[in-house]
């Protein structure tokens, strides 16, 4: 959950220049006094880099102070929504790309027509996620892809070979069993019910899709979808996961910190995490995904937004075009957060943790594939919590639980053309 | 020989007595431990690292004394700022109702002003509406008002209570007019007698009330919840959750949260034991 | 122990409405009517100055309230305010939604095994109660410690112990050859956790009330009874249960809406993503769901409006109850 659902959409690589729509008619004017900035982001590790940026900020613009706000993951849309309803979202906050648009849709967000913008230097796709109907209502803060993270030490003592590119479903399904070990209460691999770091992934691999590319329709009741759900279910059936239940009483990541987990698909954010737990900073690795019928991870990236309400739109504009700028990619990439999305950055974060071999989360760019999203992708994010865990849980078949999670997700995709 | 039965009789009583006696105290510790026990291994995780905290069989003390949690639970959450938070809504909700409730008491105990009775229907109709049902329209008085994500939201509607006036009312019913009639005869005004004859006399019902109010004010959890987006306006409870929120089942850091929320609590439960449960037993007799 | 508000003041209520309402302070025989026309004005200036504050606040904050729940009921809502009026659509999805069934019978059951904690509380405050009894003072501050510390921290803490791979629950079951469950996630364990915290967190404050309750009953009921013979348990069932039946049900009225109102435990120790949650969220969470996290305001309104009716008729019929069972001295 933490940043979780960051990801979306993109295609790295080709950048394009976009020209941005008309300014509006009326532009705002420079606050008199001094002004306090409220900055909304979720995820703990990032903290102190985002606290960086905002002091650089201030330094170029005295006059200015931005106060970092956290709200964790599991809580930031709801509070976030509750608060843009009652006026008091903060000025400048965090988007990704499941709830873009509709917060920009209601009017909740102010696009970026103040201020000089150039979307240049990043990737298009991550640019392209941030509009709507021709306006630029965010600069690209990062992206994110998924990878295999593994801890060294089990796989030494079970006498398996480290993860590589070479490996498949098979070869990842064959080592976490050998990784088992119940004596130990120690399981190979943790089939966590999570659609960006788990089912998408395998979804993609197995060359299914989770919406399809129109967004009308959902990519559920595929039997390719379904062979990318059953990858986790069947580690589950087979103990070599931990079972639904006991990774709801403690987070597989956790887990996997406290060595009771060998393998754990996590994002390129995880890097900080990881590094801060000592277990993990010894013992742990990536590698690239597994393959399937084919290759894919899931690449997703979170932007910077300003509140259609903010009491200073001027500032605000300006802190989030800053927030896109070269400066702050530096100073991401430098504390090592997460991956930048300004090009030419990014070759700075894989430094930024040597004990990890990051460059594998950019190797897998050319076959990424964008997290999947529609005009209201919450509701049928709930839709899959909720019908996905009968099938986790072994309460029902796999086929069953994405056959009546394809019907409610039509439907609720139908809702949003209306 | 007849004094012989008595004799074994009176033994086999003492005999009883010491039994039940050591019964009743076992049933006792095994109570304790099960009511008290929570707070101990609360108190130990808390000193544990993750990886400690999941071995299996689990260690009873920490193989070393961990400080790190607590760092980690200070800096997730501005706790300080979050403590005093929970300080000031607790007093200003205590002082509240016991100002204004022992008034509307005294007005509905002593006064005999016309339309008492709808009124007093009407207080009545507040007392049976649970509150949290009401978060909805409360949130949108809050915006209305422009207060939405202040600490004078967090307190404001809970400086008013029905509950509050129906118990001091029940203490002013039950204390002698005699007093008052003497000081009326000076010629004192209302205010003079509540505040100088009632209130006085009214100590220990104006202290089950406070203690009471102290209590559900630093624990509600619902409304300050949905009142409050930024972690500078938060009170501990809310903060606990976004404590979980972070950290997930990192329990030991949880622990090491959980604590540091409740110890003011405890502390002023420690100094102040015999008057809460005095004021809580006062509560629930009929003053 | 979240506003056991309604049941103190029914309660005194009940037994005191006779003596109150009857107007106490015009004693008979006083001279006082004659100058009735201005004392009236004066007291009601004074009643209106000693009454304002409350009355205000309860008006704006709870009273307006509801009228305005009554209205939202009606509406529909936008992801981002804003409503429209929609008629009694809210209240026919209610009554479709089986959401709301599950929920209402987790928390009757919820309800109904909180009961149970209500025994424990007798036995240990009756032993408590027993005269020359030691270290009643440290046993009862000990019992009473759950009472008064934090739901949200208590909860937390109650995850932990629950844990079905680390934690020390499963860990002493296990030394016994038990072997637990994922105790919160299982959704056939998950509610009867809860309720042991609920249970947990209320044993005390039961206790105090009973005790008290106890110290009211005359020593010479049981001085009488002991010469007739009759034994601890012939004492306990005859004398101490009916004559402290009005505390009794005092507590249960209170541990029912407490019960009824149960919303910290589940949204702290369940979570919106446990596969228990159909299992354990109860009417308020759902209300909570509704309201603050689906944004659905209207069909929330309609809820708490429902859940207040049902609310008042079960302390109704509570009340009927209490004129088989309650005796008041």
């Known amino acids: 959950m933490r940043r979780r659902l960051i990801s979306v959409a993109v295609a790295v690589g080709t950048a394009a220049v976009m020209a941005l729509a008309a300014c509006s008619s009326s532009t705002p004017t420079e606050a008199s006094g001094p002004v306090t900035l409220s900055y909304g982001v979720w995820d703990k590790n990032q903290v102190p880099a985002m606290q960086k940026i905002a002091d650089a900020f201030h330094a170029a613009n005295p006059n200015v102070t931005v106060n970092v706000q956290l709200t964790p993951y599991t809580d930031y849309f709801t509070k976030l929504q509750v608060a843009a309803t009652g006026g008091e979202a903060p000025d400048v906050f965090w988007m990704n790309g499941p709830n873009f648009q509709l917060y920009a849709s209601n009017g909740v967000l102010q696009p970026l027509t103040d201020v000089q913008v150039d979307t240049a230097p990043y990737p298009e796709s991550l640019v392209k996620l941030y509009q709507y109907q021709g306006k630029q209502y965010g600069l690209p803060k990062d992206f994110d892809t998924v990878g295999l993270w593994y801890n060294k030490k089990h796989f030494d003592a079970a006498g398996v070979k480290y993860p590589d590119d070479t490996w498949t479903w098979a070869?990842?399904?064959?080592?976490?069993?050998?990784?088992?070990?119940?004596?130990?209460?120690?399981?190979?691999?943790?089939?966590?019910?999570?659609?960006?770091?788990?089912?998408?992934?395998?979804i993609f691999q197995a060359g299914g899709q989770v919406v399809s590319a129109d967004g009308k329709s959902s990519g559920y009741d595929d039997p390719k979808a379904v062979e990318g759900l059953?990858?986790?279910?069947?580690?589950?059936?087979?103990?070599?996961?931990?079972?639904?239940?006991q990774m709801t009483d403690t987070a597989p990541y956790q887990m996997f910190e406290a060595g009771k987990v060998s393998m754990y698909w996590g994002g390129s954010w995880d890097a900080a995490e990881f590094t801060s737990n000592a277990l993990t900073k010894a013992d742990a690795d990536v590698a690239v995904l597994p393959q399937g019928a084919q290759r894919a991870t899931v690449i997703h990236g979170l932007s910077n937004v300003v509140f259609a309400r903010t009491k200073y739109k001027l500032e605000a504009q300006r802190f989030a075009a800053f927030l896109g700028s070269k400066e702050a990619a530096e100073i991401q990439a430098g504390t090592g957060t997460v991956i930048p999305a300004y090009n030419g950055t990014q070759a700075e974060w894989v430094a930024a943790y040597p004990q990890f071999k990051l460059q594998n989360f950019l190797d897998q760019l050319p076959y990424a594939k964008p997290l999947p999203v529609s005009a209201n992708t919450a509701a049928w994010n709930t839709a899959e919590t909720d019908e996905l865990t009968k099938a986790w849980t072994g309460a029902e078949a796999v086929d069953q639980s994405a056959k009546r999670l394809a019907e409610s997700m039509n439907a609720l995709l139908a809702k949003e053309g209306r | 020989m007849p004094s012989a039965p008595a004799v074994t009789g009176g033994d086999s009583r003492v005999w009883r007595d010491r039994g039940g006696r050591v019964a009743a105290h076992t049933f006792l510790i095994a109570a304790v431990i099960a009511l008290a026990g929570p707070f101990l291994w609360e108190l130990l995780t808390s000193f544990k690292t993750l990886a400690e905290s999941t071995k299996v069989p689990p260690t009873v003390l920490p193989e070393d004394w961990h400080g790190d949690n607590y760092g980690e639970a200070l800096t997730g959450i501005p706790m300080w700022k979050m403590l005093g938070n929970s300080v000031v809504n607790a007093i200003v909700r205590t002082l509240g109702q016991l100002l204004f409730c022992s008034m509307a008491a005294y007005a509905f105990a002593r006064l005999d002003f016309p339309g008492r009775r709808v009124l007093f229907g009407l207080f009545l109709t507040v007392l049976l509406v649970p509150s949290q049902l009401l978060v909805i329209p409360q949130y949108q008085i809050m915006q209305d008002l422009n207060l939405l994500n202040t600490l004078t939201a967090v307190f404001l509607p809970g400086m008013f209570s029905a509950f509050g006036t129906f118990l001091l009312r029940q203490f002013f019913l039950a204390l002698p007019v005699e007093l008052e009639e003497a000081a009326r005869l000076d010629g004192a005004s209302p205010l003079r007698i509540y505040w100088s004859v009632l209130l006085p006399l009214a100590r220990p019902g104006l202290i089950a009330l406070g203690i009471l109010t102290m209590i559900w004010s630093?624990?509600?959890?619902?409304?300050?919840?949905?009142?409050?987006?930024?972690?500078?306006?938060?009170?501990?409870?809310?903060?606990?959750?976004?404590?979980?929120?972070?950290?997930?089942?990192?329990?030991?850091?949880?622990?090491?949260?959980?604590?540091?929320?409740?110890?003011?609590?405890?502390?002023?439960?420690?100094?102040?034991?015999?008057?809460?449960?005095?004021?809580?037993?006062l509560s629930g007799s009929k003053g | 122990m979240s506003l056991p508000a309604g049941a103190v003041a029914m309660v005194d209520e009940a037994e005191a409405a006779p003596v109150a309402v009857a107007d106490r302070p015009t004693a008979p025989g006083r001279p006082r009517r004659k100058r009735k026309g201005r004392l009236d004005r004066h007291t009601g200036l004074w009643a209106a100055f000693f009454l304002a504050p409350t009355t205000i606040g309860l008006g704006v904050f709870y009273l307006w309230p509801v009228v305005q729940t009554i209205y939202f009921s009606f509406t529909s809502w936008g992801p981002f305010g804003g409503h429209t009026f929609i008629g009694l659509d809210n209240y026919e999805a209610i009554f479709q939604d089986p959401q709301v069934g599950v929920a209402a019978r987790n928390t009757l059951y919820f309800a109904v095994l909180g009961l149970l904690g209500l025994p424990v509380s007798l036995v240990l405050a009756a032993t408590l109660n027993r005269p020359g009894r030691k270290g009643v003072s440290a046993y009862r501050a000990l019992i009473f410690l759950p009472v008064v510390t934090m739901p949200a921290a208590v909860a937390i803490v109650w995850r932990w112990l629950f844990n079905g791979d680390f934690g020390i629950i499963n860990s002493l079951l296990g030394s016994v050859g038990i072997s637990g469950t994922s105790w919160l996630s299982n959704p056939d364990t998950a509610l009867l956790a809860l309720a042991v915290v609920g249970i947990w967190s209320t044993v005390g404050y039961n206790m105090v009330i009973l005790m008290a309750g106890l110290q009211s009953i005359p020593k010479q009921f049981y001085e009488a009874a002991s010469l007739d013979g009759a034994g601890p348990v012939r004492q306990f069932t005859s004398i101490t249960v009916p004559l402290l039946s009005p505390s009794l049900f005092f507590v249960s009225v209170l541990s029912v809406i407490g019960s009824l109102q149960t919303f910290d435990l589940v949204y702290v120790m369940i979570g919106k993503t446990s596969p228990a949650l159909p299992q354990t969220r109860t009417i308020v969470y759902l209300f909570f769901e509704k309201a603050f996290i689906a944004n659905d305001r209207g069909y929330a309104a309609a809820l708490a409006f429902v859940l207040l009716l049902v609310i008042s008729a079960i302390t109704g019929l509570q009340f009927w109850l209490q004129k088989k069972w309650v005796h008041y001295a």
């Open chain 2, 218 to 281: 630093w624990n509600d959890l619902l409304w300050p919840l949905i009142v409050t987006t930024d972690t500078a306006n938060m009170t501990l409870s809310v903060g606990l959750t976004s404590l979980q929120g972070q950290f997930q089942t990192d329990y030991p850091v949880l622990m090491a949260g959980s604590l540091l929320a409740t110890l003011p609590v405890i502390a002023v439960f420690v100094v102040l034991q015999k008057h809460v449960i005095e004021g809580i037993a």
């Open chain 1, 230 to 245: 059953k990858f986790w279910t069947d580690l589950i059936a087979a103990n070599v996961s931990p079972s639904q239940g």
């Open chain 1, 171 to 202: 070869t990842f399904k064959e080592a976490a069993t050998k990784l088992t070990d119940p004596a130990k209460g120690q399981f190979g691999a943790a089939a966590q019910l999570t659609g960006q770091e788990g089912y998408y992934n395998t």
